[in-house]
Every structure is written in structure tokens, then in C-alpha cells.
């Protein structure tokens, strides 16, 4: 059984450019979340996605936005990139058989720096 | 709006028991406590969660006070690659569509001395 992937590990952008992250639920796994974690603070939730609808979200604008595809497997897409957008974005995958344990299962995350 | 307080930090001898407490004052009849740990440059992985009996898995035990309002986990022989951010998070029960989102704070900065 695979664990939650994510890619790119890293990446540096330009301040209004647009950005794609991806990310590989774990088998089995049909709900995935995204997070941003900022240096020193803990992860802050953006959004989650479940048979590939948006599920619930953060206080995060817009131009946040995702996308959930019939293998599971997820996008988070930020246009307008703001330095403060700098930060780590983890993926975390969940399935709904071990919904009522509330666990979610991380993925190594994505280091984003936009200058 | 934080719903838990944990200590920014704690120091523990390898090999003792690692005690971390968490206070959740506010916490509701049907909200849970969870916790994460991030080592370095990794994301978080769970721990345990529980509602208000105490429990026990192969990496910690987690001990609530009965009237809910705080609670400690416990690392019974703490190692070196136990040095990681612990967050304590209350969350109430994963909605039938998938699980809830989780709410992390600061955490506690573990540290294993050798």
C-alpha cells in the first residue's frame, strides 16, 4: 500500500504567477485536504474534496481552488501569488471506512517560495 | 480562536516517559481529542484520538481527565526519533461524507536529550 505523494517537493515562483500542486491519496483513500503551513505556525486547512466536489473550506480566498479526479488523486491551483503565499503545502488523504476514526494520513508536502 | 494550550516546549531524557499535557477547557460533549506529530520536514502523522475513555495504542497512551477539560499523551520510552512539533487538537466527529477538518495550533516542541 502506497502512502500519500506529492510533487513537486519544491518550487520558486514569481509574485503573480499562477502555481499547481498535485497529490496522490493513499489506496483506498477517497477524501483528500489540503493544508498551509506556514514557517513556525502549524498547518492551516484550505479545503477538502470528496467524490470530487469541494467539501468544506478554510478562510482562504478564492483564488485557492482545487480539484478532486475519479482515481482520487487531487490539484490545488493558487493563481495571483502573493509573497505571503510562501509556505509548506501538505496533502492529506482520509476514506469514509476510517471516517469514525478521524484519521488522516499526510504526504511530505510541497515547499512553494514565491519572490 | 485556539482551542487548546500546550506548552511551547518541553525537554525529555531518552528512555523516560514523555508526559505532554494539553489543556481544551472548552471542549464539547461530542468533540474529540487528537494528536499529530511532525518530525522535520515531514507532514504530520497521527498518534490517537479519543473521546473520554483512556487509550492506548502502539506509539502512546492518551489519558483525559474526566471532566474532559484537559488531557496528556503519554510516550512511555521516549527515543531520539521521537523529537518532534506534538500537536493537541479537538475536532468533533468526522461528518458522514469524509472527516472533519482538523485545526492545529502551535504545538509542543519535544525534544529527546540523549
Known amino acids: 500500500e502506497t502512502g500519500v505523494t506529492q510533487s513537486p517537493t519544491h518550487l520558486i515562483k514569481t509574485r503573480g504567477q499562477q502555481v499547481t500542486l498535485r497529490c496522490s491519496s493513499q489506496s483506498g483513500h477517497n477524501t483528500v485536504s489540503w493544508y498551509q503551513q506556514a514557517l513556525g505556525q502549524g498547518p492551516q486547512f484550505i479545503f477538502q474534496y470528496y467524490r470530487e466536489e469541494e467539501n468544506g473550506r478554510g478562510n482562504f480566498p478564492p483564488r485557492f481552488s482545487g480539484l478532486q479526479f475519479p482515481n482520487y488523486s487531487s490539484e490545488l491551483n493558487v493563481n495571483a501569488l502573493e509573497l505571503d503565499d510562501s509556505a509548506l503545502y501538505l496533502c492529506?488523504?482520509?476514506?469514509?471506512?476510517?471516517?469514525?476514526?478521524?484519521?488522516?494520513?499526510f504526504g511530505p508536502g510541497t515547499r512553494l517560495t514565491v519572490t | 480562536d485556539a482551542k487548546t494550550t500546550q506548552p511551547p516546549s518541553m525537554d525529555c531524557a531518552e528512555g523516560r516517559a514523555a508526559n505532554l499535557p494539553c489543556n481544551h477547557s472548552t471542549i464539547s460533549g461530542n468533540e474529540y481529542v487528537y494528536w499529530y506529530r511532525q518530525i522535520h520536514s515531514q507532514g504530520p502523522q497521527y498518534i490517537i484520538h479519543g473521546l473520554k475513555n483512556n487509550e492506548t495504542n502502539e506509539m502512546a497512551s492518551l489519558i483525559i481527565t474526566e471532566d474532559r477539560k484537559s488531557s496528556t499523551l503519554i510516550l512511555p520510552h521516549a527515543t531520539l526519533r521521537d523529537t518532534a512539533v506534538y500537536y493537541c487538537?479537538?475536532?468533533?466527529?468526522?461528518?458522514?461524507?469524509?472527516?472533519?477538518?482538523?485545526?492545529f495550533g502551535t504545538g509542543t516542541r519535544l525534544t529527546i536529550i540523549p
Open positions: 492529506a488523504s482520509s476514506s469514509i471506512a476510517g471516517a469514525a476514526s478521524g484519521e488522516q494520513y
Open positions: 487538537i479537538v475536532s468533533a466527529p468526522p461528518p458522514r461524507f469524509g472527516n472533519e477538518k482538523l485545526t
